[in-house]
């Protein structure tokens, strides 16, 4: 985005989307803290203990559930709950960084979060191990995701079905950082 100006102003159910390491959930943390929406995170929703994920209609509950009013911020890129959620949204706020920038932040957030133990999603924790050197690697999966997310966006938000979204692009962390400091700066957000 060239400009403050040229940036659309976010509506009350916003979608955070991108390829993994993007920094979907920091941005959809703040838009939520902004506006004082409610965040829904797909992965807390998705992952039980253990790693365990939820069963296909549980999930879809769940998402269905956590988007049925006006007023929240939803991150993540699940397919299978997508027809519930994208419909509902009146802003996609679209995180498309180049793969060197995803790559290198990737690495810095997963080692944070092995070194330190964080806590996930209920109670789970990225290992050394899974997180770098197994085949579940997730900078295995960022990288192997990283050309069908870009092309899977681009081609979504061109369909007629998301003609009713706003559409925020980004292709640099700096702009979107910008952009958010705009918004506190004081824009509101666009109701219906």
């Known amino acids: 985005m060239s400009s403050r100006q040229d940036v659309p ?13 993007s920094g979907k959930t920091t941005m959809a943390r703040r838009l939520a803290a902004r506006f004082g929406l409610r965040h829904v995170e797909l992965d807390a929703l998705n992952w039980g203990p253990d790693w365990q994920a939820a069963e296909i209609e549980v999930f879809r509950e769940r998402v269905a559930a956590a988007t049925a009013g006006d007023g929240w911020v939803l991150d993540g890129n699940y397919s299978v709950v997508r027809d519930i959620y994208w419909p509902r949204a009146d802003t996609v706020v679209w995180l498309d960084y180049p793969l060197p920038v995803i790559m290198w932040r990737l690495w810095w957030r997963t080692l944070r979060r092995v070194v330190t133990r964080e806590k996930l999603w209920n109670g789970n924790r990225e290992g050394l191990r899974n997180a770098f050197f197994s085949r579940d690697s997730i900078l295995l999966w960022a990288l192997h995701t990283y050309d069908r997310r870009r092309k899977q966006y681009a081609a979504l938000l061109a369909q007629p079905e998301s003609a009713h979204l706003t559409v925020i692009h980004f292709t640099s962390p700096r702009a979107a950082d910008q952009w958010l400091e705009g918004l506190a700066a004081g824009q509101g957000l666009l109701r219906e």
């Open 9 to 21: 102003t976010p509506g009350t159910r916003i979608a955070v989307v991108g390829t993994t390491g």
